[in-house]
């Protein structure tokens, strides 16, 4: 049944759901209301024969309760039978004194003997009279002269109950009538509400992953169906462009292999043909550069999939600036002035050590005379500014260079001796900046040369302690 339910689809489950509880709301509304219309009817009739059994109870007279009706008692009897009413006048003895004509010998319809003033009614079947419906019958308590009677008047509840027949029919012939009219509009209208999503459907089944330029139709609107529209398409452009920004990497990346490989290859037909002074230095920087390409490839690689920061550890930056400006030192590059605080963030050594080293390189490539390596602790963060005096980024390009394979001045570098970068080391300072939830900004040296200050998130403070 349940399972019944859930397939069933939303346009059957609205449509049953509406009607159903529709329906309960019908059929109790008008068993109560036919309820209460009948005892209203049958109220009314009581009322009717109350006053009829009032109205005769003062005719009554000493003499007519002995045997002799006077003329006035025979009239208001009588003047009851025209107005479908019949009327027994009762002796202290219970014995019929003066009747209505249709109840002549008639024994008394109610054995009820109200007190004086008093007066019941109740609902009897009377089928000797001639009507099948029941009869409304008042008993009226008096005294005349010192002696007890009673007055019964039965009204007939047939125009009650033909009134309840035409109520009973009119609810049941127009009930199922709103019942089927609401079933059908709610099918219409459900329907065409999800006509959009069965359309989205469609549309979603036939984008591929060879085609993700498809978009869904928006129908008119603001509502919940044009809102998934929008989404659907939004989450359609974002997949579209990572999939060309992945194409883009692969496309870049086998770009970027093709020269050192093909160097290599000639470099092993002139070993096979006699070593020429230079070729070993130039196998070497070539698989350097190839070794720190696919070094680079899979650190990019793994920052897509989301698992470039391995562990989670408290790391002393200014100990791995310190290694860098030891590192420039060592292999004769340009001075380094250090400016160092001891700060602590919590992330994963390698990969910041990896960031701090390309912009160390990029600064050392590119000074003109001095490279300057700052680490300072503000506002929460911990920045570390490399600066030189080179030719600085232009302004325009500053935010570009942060993207793969980009590199401003292809001549510059190649004239900076074949090592010349493949233009992801920004790109992956950014992914680790972004992995430990910090930024990389490339800016502009006061009194010239470029500026970029990486910042991280501070750590716990290290104590004095522990250092
Ligand atoms: N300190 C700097 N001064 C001037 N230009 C810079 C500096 N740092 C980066 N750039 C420019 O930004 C470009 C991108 O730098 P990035 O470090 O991403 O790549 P790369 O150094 O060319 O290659 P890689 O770092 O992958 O070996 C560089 O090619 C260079 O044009
Ligand atoms: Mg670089």
Known sequence: MISWWRRA?????????????????????????????????????????SVQARLVRLSVTPGALA??????????????????????????????????????????????????????????PLPELGRPAPWVVSVAGARVGGQRFWVVAAESTVDAQRVLRVAAWVLGVGSPLLLGAVAVSTWTFVGRSLRPVEAIRVAVRGITSAGLDGRVPVPAGRDEVSRLAVTVNEVLARL????????????????????????????????????????????GSESARL??????????????????????????????????????????????????????????????????????????????????????AEDGWAVVRVGDDGPGVPEAERERVLERFVRLDQS??????????????????????????GSV??????????????????GQPPSAASR
Not at 74 to 92: I, N, T, Y
Not at 247 to 267: G, I, M, N, Q
Not at 345 to 373: I, K, Q, T, W, Y
Not at 449 to 454: D, H, W, Y
């Open 412 to 437: 510059r570098q190649r004239r900076a001796g074949g090592t010349g970068g493949t233009g992801l080391g920004l790109s992956i300072v950014a992914e680790v900046a972004a992995a430990h939830g």
């Open 441 to 458: 900004r490339v800016g502009a040296r006061p009194g010239g040369g470029a500026l970029v200050e990486l910042r991280l998130p501070l």
């Open 9 to 49: 689809g939303v346009r059957v489950r609205s449509t049953v759901a509406a009607t159903g509880l529709l329906a309960v709301l019908v059929v109790s509304g008008a068993v109560v209301g036919l309820v209460v219309l009948r005892s209203a009817l049958l109220s009314a009739d009581a009322e009717s024969s």
């Open 67 to 124: 045997g002799e009706p006077s003329p006035a008692l025979r009239a208001a009897v009588g003047a009851d039978v025209e107005r479908g009413s019949h009327v027994q006048v009762l002796a202290p003895d219970g014995s019929v004194v003066a009747a209505s004509a249709a109840l002549a010998g008639h024994a008394a319809l109610s054995s009820a003997r109200p007190g004086v003033s008093e007066l019941v009614s109740e609902v009897v």
């Open 291 to 376: 070794e720190s390409l696919v070094d680079d490839l899979l650190v990019l690689a793994r920052a897509d999939g989301g698992r470039l920061v391995a562990a989670a550890v408290e790391v002393d930056l200014d100990e791995v600036v310190e290694v860098e400006a030891a590192r420039v030192r060592s292999l004769g590059g340009p001075p380094v002035a250090l400016a160092a605080v001891p700060v602590r963030v919590v992330g994963d050594g390698p990969a910041l050590g990896r960031a701090v080293r390309n912009l160390v390189d990029n600064a050392v490539r590119f000074a003109a005379s001095r490279v300057e390596l700052g680490l300072a």
């Open 240 to 283: 579209e462009a990572s999939q060309a920004a992945q194409r883009r990497f692969v496309a870049d990346a086998s770009h970027e292999l093709r020269s050192p490989v093909a160097t290599l290859r000639a470099a092993a037909h002139v070993w096979a043909a006699g070593a020429e002074p230079g070729f070993v230095e130039l196998v």
